[in-house]
C-alpha cells in the first residue's frame, strides 16, 4: 500500500463522473417509494407532482454543489465544505453520518431491496424469508466491496457499463409501458382531495421518499480528487446526470400509474415487479423485472465506489483513524472500502422494516446536505470581504487586486443565486420538520447518530486540538 499522504490519481472523467450521478441516483427510491406516497396521498396527480418538485429540489442542490466543488475540488464532499465553511466538528459529523446514513444505511437498503426483488422473482408467491433476504442481501455488499477494493479505474468501468443498462432498461420500460403494455389512462383520474393534499404533512413526508430516490444527484463531489480537470467536469457531471434522472423518473410513474390504480399500489414494496406484470403478464414481467434486480446492483455498487472517499478525506486530516487514508497501488482507498462494508452488513443485520431505515436516512441527509448548501453563502461573502480589502489595499481604482480575486473565483457559479440555494435549504428543513412530527423514533435515532459522532470528536480529533 501507499502513505496517507499521496493524493489519488485524477483518472476518472465526465462520462464516469455523470454515470456515477445517476447509478447512486437510480436506485431503491424509484422501484420501491411510489408505493409509499400511493397509500399516503392517493391522488396520481399529486404523486406526479411530487416527482417534479423533488427534481427540482435535487437540481438546486446540484447546482449548488457544482459551485462548492468548482471551488474545492477535493475528495470529501460534505465534509471538505462544511469543515472550511464552519468549524471542524461539524465536518466531523458530516463525515461521521456519511459513512452511516449516507452510505452504507442506503448500501444496505439496496441491497435489500435487491433480496426483494430476487425473491418476488424466484421465491414463490411469499418471497424469501426475512433471514434469507439478508443473506442474499449481505452476499451482494460483500461482492461490490471486494471489486471496489481492487482498482478505482477498473472499479469506473463496470459502473458505466452498470449505469448505461441501467438506463437503457427505464427508457426501454418507459417506451414498452407507454406503447404496448396492459395500462389504462382512466388510473389518472383525481382522488381524495386531488393537488390540494399539496401542502399538507403527508405531502411532506412523501417527498422525504422521493428526495431518498433522487439522494445521490451530489455523488461525484466525493470522488472529485479522482476527477480529471474537476472545476470543469464535476460542474457539468452534477447537472447532466441529475437532469436525466429528473426525466426518466417522472416518466417511470408515469408508466407506474399508467400500469395500476394508486388503490393497487398503496403499501406495495416491489412496485415495479407489480407494474411490470399488469402491463406484460407474469412471462415478461417477471424478466424485467430481473433487469431491475440488475439495476439495484448498480446501485449498490456505485455507493461503494464513493463513500470510502469521504472518509479517506477525513483520514488524511486525522479526523479518523490515519488507516482509512491508507490507498493501494492502483489508488483505492481499500481500508475504507472495507470498513463501510462492515458497516453496511451490520445495518443489514440490524434492520427490521426498510421504510423506517429510509425515513431514518432521508432525515440525515436533510440536515446535513441543507448545511452543505447554506455554505455557499459563508463562501461568497468571504470572497466579497476579500474583494473589499484587496481592493481598499490596492488603492481606490484596485484594480490589481480585483483582478487577482476574479482569477481566484470558481469556475462556476450556481445559477440563480441566491434564490436556488434557499429554495433547497426552505424546502428541505419543511421535509425534515414533517419527518420529526410524523416519525419522532426514526428522528430520534439521528439524533442518537449525532451524539455518539459528538463524542468521537471530543476524545479523538477536539482532544488533539486542546494540546
Known amino acids: 500500500m501507499s502513505q496517507p499522504s499521496e493524493p489519488p490519481s485524477r483518472r476518472l472523467g465526465l462520462t464516469v463522473a455523470a454515470a456515477i450521478v445517476v447509478a447512486n441516483m437510480i436506485g431503491t427510491g424509484i422501484f420501491t417509494s411510489t408505493g409509499f406516497q400511493a397509500a399516503s396521498l392517493h391522488d396520481p396527480g399529486t404523486i406526479l407532482l411530487l416527482w417534479v418538485v423533488g427534481g427540482v429540489l435535487a437540481l438546486c442542490g446540484a447546482a449548488s454543489y457544482a459551485e462548492l466543488g468548482a ?211 407474469r412471462s415478461a414481467g417477471s424478466l424485467l423485472s430481473s433487469l431491475i434486480a440488475v439495476a439495484l446492483v448498480s446501485s449498490v455498487s456505485a455507493m461503494v465506489m464513493a463513500g470510502p472517499r469521504v472518509y479517506s478525506a477525513m483520514a488524511a486530516d486525522r479526523a479518523l483513524p490515519g488507516v482509512l487514508a491508507l490507498r493501494s497501488k492502483s489508488g483505492v482507498p481499500i481500508v475504507a472500502v472495507i470498513a463501510q462494508g462492515v458497516v453496511a452488513v451490520v445495518f443489514v443485520l440490524i434492520s427490521e422494516r426498510i421504510d423506517r431505515l429510509i425515513q431514518y436516512i432521508g432525515f440525515s441527509l436533510a440536515l446535513f446536505t441543507t448545511l452543505a448548501v447554506g455554505s455557499l453563502f459563508v463562501f461568497r461573502a468571504r470572497e466579497r470581504r476579500g474583494l473589499r480589502v484587496r481592493a481598499e489595499v490596492a488603492g481606490v481604482d484596485g484594480v490589481a487586486s480585483v483582478a487577482g480575486v476574479a482569477s481566484s473565483s470558481p469556475a462556476y457559479r450556481t445559477w440563480g443565486y441566491p434564490v436556488t440555494p434557499l429554495f433547497y435549504m426552505g424546502l428541505s428543513m419543511w421535509v425534515a420538520y414533517s419527518q420529526f412530527k410524523s416519525h419522532w423514533q426514526e428522528s430520534a435515532l439521528v439524533a442518537a447518530t449525532l451524539i455518539v459522532g459528538a463524542v468521537l470528536y471530543a476524545f479523538t480529533v477536539g482532544k488533539s486540538a486542546r494540546k
Not at 111 to 131: E, K, N, P, Q, T
Not at 195 to 215: I, W
Request: hydrophobic residues 50%; charged residues 10%; glycine residues 14%.
Open 71 to 281: 471551488r474545492m475540488p477535493k475528495a470529501g464532499g460534505e465534509y471538505v465544505y462544511l469543515r472550511e465553511a464552519y468549524h471542524p466538528a461539524v465536518g466531523f459529523m458530516s463525515g461521521w453520518v456519511s459513512l452511516t446514513a449516507g452510505f452504507s444505511a442506503p448500501i444496505a437498503v439496496s441491497a435489500l431491496a435487491f433480496a426483494h426483488y430476487l425473491g418476488a422473482l424466484i421465491g414463490g408467491d411469499g418471497g424469501f424469508s426475512s433471514g434469507v433476504q439478508k443473506l442474499v442481501a449481505i452476499a451482494l455488499i460483500l461482492a461490490m466491496t471486494c471489486l471496489h477494493a481492487v482498482d478505482t479505474l477498473l472499479g469506473g468501468r463496470v459502473q458505466t457499463g452498470f449505469t448505461i443498462g441501467k438506463v437503457l432498461l427505464i427508457a426501454g420500460f418507459v417506451g414498452a409501458g407507454l406503447l404496448v403494455g396492459d395500462g389504462s389512462w382512466s388510473h389518472f383520474a383525481a382522488q381524495q382531495g386531488g393537488l390540494s393534499n399539496v401542502l399538507s404533512n403527508d405531502f411532506a413526508v412523501s417527498l422525504m421518499y422521493v428526495s431518498f430516490a433522487y439522494s445521490g444527484w451530489n455523488a461525484a463531489a466525493y470522488i472529485a480528487g479522482d476527477i480529471r480537470d474537476p472545476q470543469r467536469t464535476l460542474p457539468r457531471a452534477l447537472l447532466l446526470g441529475t437532469g436525466l434522472v429528473m426525466a426518466l423518473y417522472v416518466l417511470v410513474n408515469v408508466v407506474f400509474l399508467y400500469a395500476a390504480p394508486t388503490t393497487q399500489l398503496a403499501g406495495v414494496f416491489e412496485v415495479g415487479h407489480l407494474a411490470a406484470i399488469s402491463l406484460f403478464g
